[in-house]
């Protein structure tokens, strides 16, 4: 698979549940200084204290204006978690393009890798990642395992997108059987990951390194030497 027709077909994923979305410039920016708001708040006060009065207070704009894009707190921090996926598989993609690794091992040291370095830069990252990072359900949030699919639980819609950017990479007699590989895979990075930033700020190296040996072993078990 061309890299071109990687990028369309993670491009062409829809990465939310229906949210209304701008499609003028002006109401662009307001959507996304929102998402920005949203995301600065949650390394202040975390996703628990986080309302979202406060949020269009810090993104200048009238708390009306967010509820023209987010129904609530649940949707604006799915929405959040939407733009965060979509911005890490865009950056990995860009990885696989430059550096070309070898086999699901390179693939998965450079997932860790990309996830790792967000968690370490983004805003609010490390409240919401792909869903929710704690363990406490904030008020106001129904379902934290569907934020980024009404249908899907988070970890396998990150698992058909991971899916579908690794291309022929991930070539399989079973698709479903693929993505509950992927989906497993993801919920022991999530926990080893996790134990790594709570060890240390920036994660600790160990930990991290166990974590690419962990994913590394079981893909490799379960689709084979690629």
Known sequence: MSADTRSHRVAGQNSGPGRRRPVQQRSQERYQRLLDACAGLLDEVGATALT???VAHRAQVPIGTLYQFFAG???LLAALAG???DRYLERLDRRLRDEAPAGTAGFTDLAVDEFVAMKRAVPGFGQVDFGL???AVP???RDDRHLLDSDLDNNTAVALRLQALGGELFTTADPAALTLSLRVALEAADAVLKLAFR???DGDPALIAECKRLVRCYLAEQLGPR
């Open 139 to 141: 008020a106001g949030v």
């Open 199 to 201: 060890s240390a700020p």
């Open 133 to 135: 990072a704690g363990a």
């Open 83 to 85: 733009r965060n996926l």
């Open 52 to 54: 979202t009065k406060e």
């Open 73 to 75: 707190k649940e949707d």
